[in-house]
């Protein structure tokens, strides 16, 4: 679609040649009429020349005119008069003029002419110096008849002779400026015609287009911005706006709004690909579309979830039945390149009665729903309720009282021993986090753990666990006691950050402290879908650096064996489930055996979690565990206390031995 608008509008090549052409022609034109243009104005400069070469001539004539009268009657005025002294004055301040006029003129006389008019005027001014100062026997009336043939006659002859060449070279030259004025204007408007022809009506249609396909492609870019571009949905913003449009137009009538999150959807798209993924969402979109009537509307707000809105439901009781059919749908096998494939989905639900048109409420009330269906067991829907509110309400505050705790120190770190399950000698510690509370007091870490990693603390509470378990492990040391490590547990979230393994050994290079005093404790259904998944990487990383792996909750997960090979595992912990009531329950003892003998197989070492019992322990260590951990040996203490707890295993210690040697 791109390639083809894009010729529509374009001009061609051969279009680009006929611009050239003409561009070129209409250069060539425009230098010929500037060419002819400076011949004209070289012309109209002569034509201008010869009248003024005219009016000189002109004004000449009448100055010899008078001259030759003024000749005359200086003539007849006889010497000793009293007006012949005037007549001279005169006569003196004529042939100044004239002799001045003169001048002028022969500068602008062509040569042939300028010596014929210079000769008999130089005849002129001779007779006029006789006339003022006749020879004495010289008759005057004489010098005075060829003084006025000169001026009257051989002077304006010449010079009317001059004028008539004047003025037909103007007339000549007027001709010709014509002529050339004439091509001038053809040669503009055939310029004109061409640059119209091949230049301004081209790129008048070629700008049309452009302006088309500019809007197009802004109606484009505006459709992209408020639309999904992978399934043509509104997405989140434009969602908004629709559901404010359709409140407004609505108010009295209830409505339902439904956001679907996909299950395991990043499963597949990490599994098969992210084209895979994509195909996933399209078909979903589709089928979502094709249920919405026309009062409805499906949105996509995020990488796998979606909004349906749908009004005149009657009740929540009909919103629910909705979402099931909605589900049942979503749920239907999508014919993927790789075959076919099944996608569930959790969806929160919000009713309103009417009179409620805050779109904002209804998408934070849908959202709580969301959780609430993620996270509970009441299954995959879930309708909202003021008591969900109250929930986010006190969770938010926990929030915000969690954050104040990071930065005051009322998170601290318990610690619960291990022991040798043959000598019963110490084995390690695991650090616990705890959050002293203000007014709740000591919390565990289910109550805060999983708001904690919601807003982001995961990483900055690990930070301060593990700075608190290497200075726990120090203490033990300063004090004398032997504690071979104490362990950390990291959850998904931290495992996931790259720089993880970097603050952990700059953390033990601080302090000066070797890698095998510190445990990692991983728990076994850690998200890692792949050798190269970041958390594996981590994780080996570690491991070669002389950090123990343990994999915490042993046989609870998916792929148990393989995550011992994958992660590089020192220690096994076999869950609480398989050791509680270990005593008396034959399959449990059986399970715990299997695990047992698997891990020394492999080269691991075991560790029993949630030994509770004396009876319990006693099956345990029967069963050849190496370690062991629960309420039985020792519950979760602050670091004062194990100083304590090890003093006193100390004390034991040698009473066993002294006994020992007495027997």
């Known amino acids: 679609m791109h390639s083809s608008s894009k010729n529509r509008w374009l ?15 209409f250069v060539v034109i425009l230098g010929l009429t500037a060419l002819k243009l400076a011949s004209t104005l070289s012309q109209l400069d002569q034509i201008d020349q010869s009248i003024t070469q ?6 000449h004539l009448s100055d010899l005119r008078g001259y030759s009268q003024l000749a005359n009657r200086l003539a007849l005025t006889p010497n000793g008069a ?31 002419i300028s010596e014929n008019v210079g000769y008999q005027f130089a005849k002129l001014l001779a007779l006029a110096a006789l006339l003022r100062d006749p020879p004495t026997g010289l008759p005057t009336m004489d010098i005075a008849d060829q003084a006025r043939i000169i001026a009257e006659v051989n002077l304006p002859d010449s010079m009317h002779n001059w004028q008539g060449d004047l003025i037909d070279d103007a007339h000549t030259t007027r001709n010709r400026v014509k002529l050339i004025l004439a091509l001038f204007a053809g040669s503009v408007l055939l310029a004109a015609i061409l640059l119209w022809r091949f230049v301004l009506r081209p790129l008048s249609r070629t700008v049309q287009d452009g302006t088309k396909h500019t809007r197009a492609l802004e109606d484009a870019l505006q459709h992209n911005t408020i639309h999904d571009r992978l399934t043509g949905l509104p997405n989140r913003k434009h969602a908004a706006d629709l559901m404010d449009r359709h409140l407004s137009r609505r108010r009295k009538a209830s409505v339902g709004l439904l956001h679907l999150d996909l299950y395991q959807f990043r499963a597949i798209n990490e599994e098969l690909g992210h084209e895979i993924g ?11 579309s094709s249920l919405t009537s026309e009062r409805e509307f499906v949105a996509r707000i995020g990488g796998d979830e979606f909004l349906i809105l749908t009004d005149d439901v009657a009740s929540a009781d009909q919103l629910e039945v909705r979402a ?19 996608v569930d989905c959790m969806i929160g639900a919000v009713w309103s009665p009417n009179g409620m048109t805050d779109a904002a409420s209804l998408n934070v009330r849908a959202d709580i729903a969301l959780h609430a269906a993620e996270t509970g067991e009441d299954g995959p829907m879930r309708l909202f309720t003021p008591a969900m509110q109250e929930e986010v309400s006190q969770r938010d505050a926990l929030g915000r009282e969690l954050r104040t705790a990071l930065g005051t120190g009322q998170l601290v770190v318990y610690f619960q021993p291990q022991i040798c399950a043959r000598t019963a000698a110490v084995a390690g510690f695991e650090a616990l986090i705890r959050w002293q509370h203000p007014t709740r007091g000591l919390l565990a870490p289910g109550a805060f753990l999983r708001i904690a990693e919601e807003m982001g603390f995961a990483d900055q509470i690990g930070a301060q666990v593990l700075d608190q378990a290497l200075d726990a492990w120090q203490g033990w040391a300063a004090a004398g006691f032997d504690v071979p490590h104490v362990a950390v547990n990291y959850s998904s979230a931290q495992l996931a950050d790259a720089l993880l393994a970097d603050r952990i050994k700059w953390a033990l290079d601080r302090r000066d402290l070797s890698p095998d005093c510190l445990a990692l404790e991983v728990v076994e259904t850690v998200d890692v879908d792949s050798d190269e998944a970041l958390a594996v990487r981590t994780i080996r990383n570690l491991a070669a650096a002389g950090i123990a792996i343990e994999l915490d909750d ?17 220690r096994i912990k076999i869950d609480r489930s398989f050791i509680t009531g270990i005593d008396t ?30 009876s319990e322990r006693a099956a345990i260590i029967e069963l050849g565990c190496d370690a062991l951990q629960g309420y039985n040996i020792a519950r979760p203490m602050p670091f004062d206390d194990s100083l304590q707890w090890l003093s006193q295993q100390h004390v034991l210690k040698q009473s066993r031995n002294r006994t020992r040697q007495t027997a």
Do not use: W
């Open 54 to 59: 005219n009016i000189l001539i002109e004004h």
């Open 324 to 342: 099931q059919e909605i589900r049942q749908i979503v749920r239907e096998e999508i014919q993927l390149p790789t075959g076919s494939r099944q």
């Open 11 to 25: 001009p061609t090549h051969a279009s680009d040649r006929a611009i050239a052409y003409s561009l070129v022609a």
């Open 278 to 288: 994509d195909q996933v969402l399209i078909q979903t979109a589709q089928r979502l």
């Open 554 to 570: 042993f046989g609870t997960g998916h792929a148990s064996i393989a995550n011992i090979r994958r992660f590089c595992v020192s």
């Open 82 to 112: 009293a007006a012949r002294d005037d007549l001279i004055a005169q006569h003196d301040s004529a042939t100044v003029v004239l002799s001045e006029r003169h001048q002028q003129l022969s500068t602008v006389v062509p040569e042939a």
């Open 585 to 614: 329950r034959k399959d449990l003892a059986a399970m715990a055996d299997a695990m047992v003998r698997m891990a020394s197989a492999l080269g691991v070492g075991t560790i029993a979690e949630g030994v509770e019992t004396a």
